[in-house]
Nanobody
């Protein structure tokens, strides 16, 4: 059974930093590109960042470029999203996802999803 488990969400203020983690089990982790998405209440799920299978390539949505850093550790079957200079508009539930296509912005192209972790940023 494939599982993706996110952690590291929480409360912060504008300008703060948070680090999200996502640990995988039950899949050939290094064979999958990974993505982070987020969804705020009333909004559609939004692509945040993608990383290639080996971790050498990353891609970011314009809204987070320069503030978020996506990395992975295939030996630990984990990915990380370092979020800095947080803004209130970053408030959302953040999901990690595993898929075959690197940096795919369409959530329908991902095979597996975590349950999400809440990030709340106050002004």
């Amino acid at each position: 059974q494939v599982q993706l488990v996110e952690s590291g969400g929480g409360l912060g203020q504008a300008g703060d930093s948070l680090r999200l983690s996502c640990t995988a089990s039950g899949l050939a982790f290094s064979m999958y590109a990974m993505g982070w998405f987020r969804q705020a209440p009333g909004n559609e799920r939004e692509f945040v960042a993608g990383i290639s299978r080996g971790g050498s390539n990353t891609y970011y949505a314009d809204s987070v470029k320069g503030r978020f850093t996506f990395s992975r550790d295939n030996a630990k079957k984990a990915v990380f999203l370092q979020m800095t200079h947080l803004k209130p508009e970053d408030t959302a539930v953040y999901f990690c996802a595993a898929g075959r296509l690197y940096a795919a912005p369409n959530h329908a192209l991902y095979d597996y999803w975590g349950q999400g972790t809440q990030v709340t940023v106050s002004s």
